[in-house]
T-cell receptor
């Protein structure tokens, strides 16, 4: 089944404790992206990637890192999480660039205490 | 980069009525405009999209119109049903200043509620 998976789905952590949210797609998509969703603010892009080793900042990259070492994986890294990073995070992928349907993962609900 | 404004932020309609959500964009180079629907607790999913070489596209009860001159596009839902209740996001393609990579810019979303 073609899909985008994220892990974990729910995470409660404390300020400063490094964490990684994994994202994987099995559709051979070139384009992958991370968004955060907060009430009233919609979907804000954190980072995106056009292909392996090609990434760029979105609208809210501060406090986040990403890597794209393999085409199928695009992990989101929070080196030192803070409470303002409490949010719902979505990974998405599409066939190429931004001109195709983006398929979203199920979301990761992160709470930073 | 692109700036996408979406209105209204909330919309309530009676079942059977029509609903219209409007978005404006700033970058005249944008040429792809998708709409996503997000049901409560679920992930966003594409419901319809339009490219700049067409002015209107329909898919059963939903349609999207695009006015490139005025830089706005709209989602139209006819004969609304309670299952249409969701958050709807518009988006436009674009490129950040200083970047060669394309991306999507999303509006802030519209909470549509359809009352039986």
């Amino acid at each position: 089944e073609a899909q985008v998976t994220q892990n974990p789905r729910y995470l409660i952590t404390v300020t400063g404790k490094k964490l990684t949210v994994t994202c994987s797609q099995n559709m051979n998509h070139e384009y992958m992206s991370w968004y955060r969703q907060d009430p009233g603010l919609g979907l804000r892009q954190i980072y995106y990637s056009m292909n392996v080793e090609v990434t760029d900042k979105g609208d809210v990259p501060e406090g986040y890192k990403v890597s794209r070492k393999e085409k199928r994986n695009f992990p989101l890294i929070l080196e030192s999480p803070s409470p303002n990073q409490t949010s719902l995070y979505f990974c998405a992928s599409s066939l190429a660039s931004d001109y195709n349907e983006q398929f979203f993962g199920p979301g990761t609900r992160l709470t930073v205490l | 980069g692109e700036n996408v404004e979406q209105h209204p932020s909330t919309l309530s309609v009676q079942e059977g009525d029509s609903a219209v959500i409007k978005c404006t964009y700033s970058d005249s180079a944008s040429n792809y405009f998708p709409w996503y629907k997000q049901e409560l607790g679920k992930r966003p999913q594409l419901i319809i999209d339009i490219r700049s070489n067409v002015g209107e596209k329909k898919d059963q009860r939903i349609a999207v119109t695009l006015n490139k001159t005025a830089k706005h596009f709209s989602l139209h839902i006819t004969e609304t049903q309670p299952e249409d209740s969701a958050v709807y996001f518009c988006a436009a393609s674009g490129t950040d200043r200083g970047s060669t990579l394309g991306r999507l810019y999303f509006g802030r979303g519209t909470q549509l509620t359809v009352w039986p």
